[in-house]
């Protein structure tokens, strides 16, 4: 079992920037972000394919979010660039054990491990 766990969440003022990192504890292949806003589901953010040459994004984020990975290091980034109130929620780290190099994974069902998520609260 893959353990995955989130660092760099926080507070930020609207219009501010965040960097969120997963480590994880093990092999994944495709990897992904969600996030949860309070009394809202849970929705796709971004993905990425093993390989890292293939994301997939949000309407809502795109062009201001950027997902890259360091498979030396086990590692999956999601830079978070003019942030607003409307991104508040907590990130979920994702990853999948199904061994492919190029494909990206928008739906959560596609996914095998969860981290516990990290905060991030977006002031106006």
């Known amino acids: 079992q893959v353990q995955l766990v989130e660092s760099g969440g926080g507070l930020v003022q609207a219009g501010g920037s965040l960097r969120l990192s997963c480590a994880a504890s093990g092999l994944t292949y495709g990897m992904g972000w969600f996030r949860q806003a309070p009394g809202k589901e849970r929705e796709f953010v971004a993905a990425?394919?093993?390989?890292?040459?293939?994301?997939s994004y949000a309407d809502s984020v795109k062009g201001r979010f950027t997902i890259s990975r360091d498979n030396a290091k086990n590692l999956v980034s999601l830079q978070m660039n003019s942030l607003n109130p409307e991104d508040t929620a907590v990130y979920y780290c994702?990853?999948?054990?199904?061994?492919?190099?190029?494909?990206?994974?928008?739906?959560?069902?596609?996914?095998?491990?969860w981290g516990q998520g990290a905060q991030v609260t977006v002031s106006s």
């Open positions: 994702a990853g999948d054990r199904l061994p492919t190099v190029q494909r990206v994974f928008v739906n959560a069902d596609d996914y095998d491990y």
């Open positions: 990425i394919s093993w390989s890292g040459l293939k994301t």
